[in-house]
């Protein structure tokens, strides 16, 4: 009962048992911050508005934003993904979210950040749909914790609109 | 048992002898007999007759067949073997129940998943495990999932970057991208195919453990490792003496 084999089977249990407690623990943690992200997000140019070859629409934006993001981060976070996804409706489809920038933003300091950017993903509806549309722009976040649950939300900002003609 | 104690002692009293004695004492066995004594100890009664007889066998050197198959029997200690098996058995089935009950729960093929590849990194390295959720909830951008290809037997974990769905339906063309990939995962689908469906999704992750999957890693890549593992934890359970 004494023996090597039981105690070092015992004393691995009680280890991983442990571990496990502080990971559940380190998780829960995060339900206590208190978040409160802004962003702000500005069109400063529509740069070319075409129909694809293929046949859909294709738009490419300059985008100016804006976010401070530093109340997201806790001891247990270990990157921030955010992203800002353009969101529409057409007459097919109840709703399209199309994603057109991101970025991992791995500690606090980079949290608070200013970028004038052309979109980095292709901005392509499937159809022809985009012609003097109305959509919102939306923040989305995504808390990556060291471990345990992850957190996503979202900050909507609408009253954009495209142009009503190719260009 | 007094009438046990008399023979023990009689390695070289010529067996008519013992026999008389037998005789002699019988008559008390009789009469507890007659007074009908509860069954248990009726059992016990058998079984010190039973050794009785066959010490008699093996003291009078006619190790007839009989002496020997009753000594065996009582040699093989049929209870803590089967207590053996049973307790190996009630280990991996518990195993399997807590497997499946997490299938039900989170109403996902496979509730939890090990990354394999290092598309994720930062966020999910190459040995992390993902908890899977899978509700009827509409899958929106930036959720990661976990998708198959048709034709290929690796599940993916991805982020969604595109939702195109259809008004009445419900339906969803979905398209994903890993966060440390450069381009969209198109070339990953299958032939021709643009855009997923709800059915190739497996289930939205949750949450995750770091580090924990390496173990899986390492037992599938070298499979010498897990058949030395069972290997020895089979040796342990049976030959432990509890």
Redesign the interface.
Known sequence: MHSFGYRANALLTFALTILAFM?AIA?FSDNFSNQTPSAQIQILNINWFQEEPHGNDEVSLTLNITADLQSLFTWNT??V?A?V?AEYKT?????????LW?A?I?EKEHAKFWIQISNK?PFID?GHNLRGKDFNLTL?W?V???????L?D?IVMSGYRLPDAYR | MSFVNRFSDSGKTPWSNQLNRAFITRPSLTLRVLSSPPPLLRLKQGWCLLSELSRRESESQKMGLVGETIDSIKSIQIRQHLTQAISLGMIVTSALIIWKALMCVTGSESPVVVVLSGSME???KRGDILFLHMSKD?I?????VVFNVDGRDIPIVH?V???????NTGEV?VLTKG?NNYG?DRLLYAEGQQWLHRHHIMGR??????YVGWVTIIMTEKPIIKYILIGALGLLVITSKD
């Open positions: 990971c998780s270990k990157q993904f992203f996804a007459s097919k489809n109840s709703l399209n979210q199309v994603s991101d991992i791995p993903y499937k989305h995504h990556m914790p060291k471990t345990g649950k992850m996503a979202k | 930062p966020g999910f509409p929106r951008a930036g959720e990661i982020r970057i595109k939702v195109h769905e259809r008004e063309d966060d969209d992750a949750v949450g995750f453990l770091p």
